[in-house]
């Protein structure tokens, strides 16, 4: 026998009410949508007409004893937020917070991860693009009667979804993003190198944060600084230097390959390597560091290389990318690779992120290394990537990045992401699955390593184009421009920009990236209208090496650039 479960609600409801012996009462509106009509009665007609609303979840001032019916609905008396006194459906009220959101069934409108629980970034499953959810919860309601995340079962998962990502018609959740605009882009993509077809990634428009406690600034002209204990204890001195220049950014290593930052929870839960090999001291150097640049008005990003980590692969072994023959984790470029397509390195590198932003209150999170190895096309088959989600790479990637940014989003922080500068060439997905529109629709900031020394002779018809600056990255800013019409809600451009010579493998003469050839990275960038800012890659960040280029990076190129601006 099937029971009416609204029918019983409804009973309990007319028995609460019936057990008010007051003239009001509070009760909660309840309801499948964020807004609930109120009504009063026409007149002439007796009609009853829909004059104000109420935002469910919210506690509205309930008159029991004065009720009407409309049809085979009773109606009861209440006061509106403007005082007003209407009548609202018996059904839209209730005394269980718990039963405020009555939604059955939603659909996914992007591939999306169910997360366990709403304490930590543990991933359950994923629902596919066009999926149905059974909804079994939530976490909360906003004031606008907006579910935050709800609480799922899919299959024999149960865990949350961010509402954002599901819909009420399965047709809608299916249909693609504006496709008469953006399809055609990316099926112009070619998959020529296996990382992927473009057409699959997610273009579905979502829009992007901005946090009020903490602006990001228009143009972020940052200085990179590794982590070695000997340039966090001497903060004061990049301090110094910066606030001689423009400088007001700085991207701070928080863990590299082989060289994590400070003992985290994080790395004792999902990799006690990296654990074991964290400074003692770096969680005193981060804190005072950051403190300080913070202090000082400078904004901080914390980096974090992703899927590249020896010290990880060690203790997760089954997280690896291996050896066909051997079953034996793969070595690549003299470093052992986690697949990108493992969700427990997912999980290990945002749980890091977070804590990282708790404990020293970055106000941006750099992901580096997203991505798969790359120069394999000719191993390709003798590795195994452990794809358990029968993934491409391109998506792969954006899925990770879609998971980093919603929960790095809920602390208040920013997500850069570290891309190859080839992502930014036309025509073809990348081998190692970084597709510059699919991560730009999602990150907050692309963060482009078009590196003068890393192109090859007579790219873009430039003749040794790691000495010719200015036009390189003019030509190669473009290219990104380009890159960012084919994404719905691009994110900003902040340009890693070579501070380092070229390397002798590449030209024993090469010029040298003084003040002066930085200087010009930097101007071909904003002539192709990248005006976002950069940041330096010199490894060592050597501050003798930064204070000899100090003049480079005392101009407001953004200030120069609007000043030119018709």
């Not at 004061?236 to 001689?244: C, D, H, R, T, V």
């Not at 950051?290 to 000082?296: D, K, N």
């Not at 470093?335 to 390195?345: E, K, L, M, N, Q």
Request: aromatic content about 12%; proline content about 5%.
């Amino acid at each position: 026998m099937k029971i009416n479960l609204l029918l019983i609600s409804s009973f309990c409801l007319i028995s609460v009410l019936a057990s008010c012996q007051d003239e009001s009462c509070e009760m909660l509106v309840a309801a499948s949508n964020p807004y609930v009509n109120l009504y009063s009665p026409d007149k002439k007609s007796g009609k009853l007409i829909a004059r104000d609303f109420a935002v469910r979840g919210s506690g509205i001032k309930v008159y029991p004893k004065q009720t009407i019916s409309s049809g085979d609905s009773l109606f009861t008396l209440v006061k509106s937020q403007r005082k007003a006194k209407l009548y609202i459906s018996n059904l839209n009220l209730t005394t269980d917070s718990l039963d405020v959101v009555r939604e059955k069934k939603l659909y996914a409108k992007s591939p999306v991860c169910i997360l366990r629980d709403t304490i930590d970034s543990k991933i359950s499953g994923q629902v596919s693009k066009g999926g149905a959810v059974e909804i079994i919860g939530f976490d909360r309601v906003d004031h606008k009667g907006e579910v935050h995340r709800y609480k799922v079962k899919s299959g024999n998962t149960k865990g949350y979804v961010y509402a954002k990502y599901l819909c009420r018609d399965q047709n809608s959740a299916r249909a693609r993003y504006k496709a008469e605009i953006y399809d055609s882009l990316h099926l112009a993509a070619k998959n020529r190198f296996g990382g992927g077809r473009a057409i699959d990634c997610d273009f579905q428009a979502y829009e992007k944060p901005e946090f009020a406690h903490n602006p990001m600034p228009e143009a972020c002209y940052s200085l990179y600084i590794n982590f070695a204990p000997g340039n966090l204890a001497n903060i004061e001195n990049y301090i110094k230097l910066a606030k001689k220049t423009k400088i007001n950014s700085f991207v701070i290593d928080i863990k590299d390959n082989e060289c994590p930052g400070f003992k985290a929870e994080a790395m004792k839960k999902y990799s006690p390597t990296n654990y074991a090999r964290a400074s003692s001291k770096g969680e005193d150097l981060y804190r005072n560091a950051v403190r300080r640049l913070q202090e000082e008005g400078f904004y901080v990003v914390g980096r974090i290389t992703c899927f590249k980590d020896t010290y990880f692969v060690k203790d997760n072994p089954s997280s690896a990318i291996t050896e066909k023959a051997s079953g034996e984790p793969f070595k690549h470029n003299k470093s052992y690779w986690p697949s990108a397509y493992d969700r427990r390195v997912w999980e290990f590198n945002v749980e890091l992120a977070k804590e990282a932003v708790e404990k020293f209150g970055f106000n941006e999170i750099n992901f580096d290394y997203v991505r798969f190895p790359d120069r394999m096309s000719k191993i390709e088959d003798q590795v195994d990537y452990h794809n358990r989600y029968n993934e491409s790479k391109v998506q792969a990637i954006q899925r990770f990045v879609r998971y980093a940014c919603d929960e790095l989003h809920e602390k208040g922080v920013y997500v850069s992401i570290d891309v190859f500068g080839e992502s930014a060439n036309p025509g073809y997905t990348t081998a190692y699955g970084q597709y510059w529109p699919a991560l730009s629709n999602i990150a907050d900031v692309m963060c482009g390593m078009p590196y003068p020394d890393h192109f090859p002779d007579g790219f873009y018809g430039i003749s040794k184009p790691w000495n010719h600056p200015y036009e390189l990255m003019y030509q190669w800013g473009l290219r990104v421009q380009e890159r960012q019409k084919a994404t719905p809600v691009p994110a900003k451009v902040r340009t890693w920009i070579q501070a380092y010579h070229v390397m002798k493998h590449v030209d024993p003469n090469g010029i040298d990236y003084d003040a002066q050839n930085i200087e010009k990275e930097i101007r071909g960038l904003y002539a192709a209208d990248l005006t976002n800012g950069y940041i330096t890659w010199l490894a060592s960040s050597n501050i003798n090496r930064y204070t000899m280029q100090a003049p480079a990076f005392s101009i407001d190129y953004l200030e120069e650039y609007r000043k030119k601006r018709p």
